[in-house]
């Protein structure tokens, strides 16, 4: 959710002028609040939402909980959210410790890279000895974390898993499957069979129409049954990744072929992708 009173406030929307690696986002140059996602979710039935962090200045990011806490007051289904922090600041547990007075956090979020395709195997944020002391810090706080992985860094990924399995980890955007060709989809499959081994990692079904800059829905149907055919049904969320994903499409025709594909896996299949899972992983507490 954003408001653009603060416009100010969000990087990525400030510059109205010009495209972000996204693409052209004049699309979703408005203000995107409960009653807005409400709407885009009218035929199905609502009950809760995880706002991501939006990227506000890193300098007050902990405003953007603030504002959200005042914004979830006044909405009718519950809302929770996973914040910013700068993870290699060394006043990070000063920052966590304010953190922790909104109940609304249940996770943290701290993009290796603002573009995906920047990542690069060896010189990321994975192996940055300041980071990893600020990630090792959060499972004193029990917040999970949403880690941007892709399977261009996979080794880094694989090995940073390995060594924090006490804390919760959720991939997003189903691993970044941002493949060009039949090799690099292939690195994907593997990534995913990868990560499958850990029982602390979870995979976010999102943000697919992202990765091809439109609705297509046959590489939707193969990332999704690869995922679940992998890490099996408990270990899914859907998120819709919205409003950004309107950008590429319009949200009934993203959120029915979200749903169509889930459908296919039963109701009980369903019922865990759509609700379940995320309800458990971060902790809801009305729902």
């Known amino acids: 959710m954003w408001d653009l009173n603060n416009v100010d406030y969000y990087p990525l929307l400030s510059n109205q002028n010009s495209n972000s690696h996204l693409g052209n986002y004049k699309k979703i140059l408005k203000n995107y609040l409960p009653i807005n996602l409400k709407n885009d979710f009218k035929n199905n039935n609502l009950v809760g939402s995880v706002h991501i962090e939006s990227g506000w200045k890193e300098d007050s990011a902990i ?10 007051k006044h909405s009718n ?62 499972k004193n706080y029990k917040y999970s974390f949403e880690l941007q992985a892709s399977f261009r860094i996979s080794l880094d990924v694989y090995n940073f898993i390995k060594k924090n399995d006490d804390t919760n980890i959720i991939i997003s955007h189903a691993a970044f499957p941002n493949y060009e060709n039949s090799e ?60 950004i994903e309107k950008i ?36 809801f507490i009305k729902i």
């Open 63 to 72: 405003d953007e909980v603030k504002w959200l806490q005042k914004i979830i």
């Open 77 to 138: 289904f519950e809302q929770v959210v996973v914040a910013y922090a700068k993870l290699d600041d060394p006043n990070i547990e000063n920052y966590l410790n304010n953190l922790i007075n909104f109940k609304s956090v249940k996770g943290i979020r701290m993009r290796l890279v603002e573009n995906i395709n920047d990542l690069k195997a060896g010189d990321n944020l994975l192996n940055n000895s300041n980071w990893l002391k600020g990630f090792k810090i959060l």
């Open 184 to 243: 690099e989809k292939k690195e994907w499959i593997k990534f995913i069979e990868k990560i499958s081994f850990f029982n602390n990692v979870y995979l976010k079904i999102s943000g697919i129409p992202m990765m091809f800059k439109s609705l297509n829905i046959s590489e939707m149907n193969f990332i999704i049954n690869h995922c679940i055919d992998t890490l099996g049904p408990d270990k899914l969320i859907f998120g819709s990744n919205l409003p």
């Open 248 to 283: 590429f499409c319009n949200s009934d025709d993203l959120i029915k072929a979200y749903f169509d594909i889930f459908n296919t896996f039963g109701e009980e299949n369903f019922y865990k992708i759509t609700y379940k899972n995320a309800k458990e992983f971060y902790n």
